[in-house]
């Protein structure tokens, strides 16, 4: 949020509350679905307070995309604890991913990067340089513990650390799409001990 953003806000606004809110709003709905009424109903925020806390509507869901994104990192951060074994880091953010996907009131919801970011990212040019960063920093983050992987011994000398670390988020970007198509939790949990196995190996 920019700070010239901040007038006509009203005296007990939480800006993060707000943007978790509004985050709800285009999960469910998308960007083009949510309208500013949406949004300042939930919010609690009438229109110009709206405007004067976020600026435009594609402020306000740039807003949610970063809130999202470093919320991710700091939950891929904590999954990936280096004490622990590769194949329980993966594990504990397959888990830690299906939390999040299969939560909603109606339906699962998925990723609300890969759910709503994708579909906006032709047009809007600011939407698509978020997600292309933010998929690049969740695969990085990943990447550090493969290549402490490989360099412990957990994964076999000639593994390419980049090349693993995009395998990995390919399988939660699988979840992240079955899970809001459907799939049973059971599902989800048989694809990502898969995952985990392709990587590792079995037990």
């Known amino acids: 949020m920019k700070d010239e953003k901040k007038r006509g806000r009203p005296r007990a606004f939480d800006a993060k509350a707000a943007l978790g809110k509004a985050r709800d709003v285009f999960w469910d709905r998308g960007f083009a679905a949510a309208s500013l ?66 939560h909603g009131e109606t339906a699962a919801r998925g990723c609300f990067l890969i759910g709503t970011a994708t579909a906006e990212a032709i047009q809007h040019e600011r939407v698509r340089e978020v997600l292309g960063r933010s998929l690049s920093d969740f695969d990085g983050e990943i990447e550090k513990r493969m290549r402490l992987a490989v360099e412990s011994g957990e994964l076999p000398e000639g593994a390419d650390p980049q090349a693993m670390a995009r395998l990995a988020s390919a399988f939660m970007h699988s979840l992240a799409v079955r899970s809001r198509a459907g799939d049973s939790r059971e599902t989800l949990e048989a694809i990502a001990r898969s995952g985990v196995e392709l990587i590792c190996g079995r037990r």
């Open 37 to 102: 009424d949406n949004l300042s109903a939930a919010t609690n925020l009438n229109r110009p307070s709206l405007y004067g806390a976020f600026g435009d509507k594609e402020n306000l869901y740039l807003d949610t995309l970063e809130g999202y994104r470093q919320d991710g990192m700091d939950a891929l951060s904590e999954a990936l604890d280096p004490s622990l074994q590769l194949r329980d880091n993966l594990a504990r953010v397959y888990e830690s991913a299906l939390s999040i996907y299969l």
